[in-house]
Nanobody, 125 residues
Framework: QLQASGGGLVQAGGSLRLSCAAS??????????MGWFRQAPGKDREFVAAIGGSGGNTYYADSVKGRFTISRDNAKNTVYLQMNSLKPEDTAVYYC??????????????????WGQGTQVTVSS
């Protein structure tokens, strides 16, 4: 099970940190790749960032590169998404996802095996 949290309402230029806590026997295994996606109303779910099982490799969508940072704490089975310099166009429901192959390079929805519930991020102008 994946549990996302940390969303909220913030002004443009502000910051938020999202967390995704993994629980259950499946996720206790070290090495699952983790990703963040987002979905705005009326739009498809889009890739935001991914991190490999060891945490050594990360991958970002061009739209968030330099503003967002993905990280993980394997001891806590938790992945984070630090979002800085937020823009109104970052407004969306954010989802975390896990892939059993441990890749940091997956950016497609179908490449992920497990999904958490979303957390709403709203950026006001």
């Amino acid at each position: 099970q994946l549990q996302a949290s940390g969303g909220g309402l913030v002004q443009a230029g502000g910051s938020l940190r999202l967390s995704c806590a993994a629980s259950g026997r499946t996720f206790s295994r070290f090495g699952m790749g983790m990703g963040w996606f987002r979905q705005a109303p009326g739009k498809d779910r889009e890739f935001v960032a991914a991190i490999g099982g060891s945490g050594g490799n990360t991958y970002y969508a061009d739209s968030v590169k330099g503003r967002f940072t993905i990280s993980r704490d394997n001891a806590k089975n938790t992945v984070y998404l630090q979002m800085n310099s937020l823009k109104p166009e970052d407004t969306a429901v954010y989802y975390c996802a896990a892939d059993v192959r441990g890749s940091a390079w997956y950016s497609q929805v179908h490449e992920y095996d497990f999904w958490g519930q979303g957390t709403q991020v709203t950026v006001s102008s």
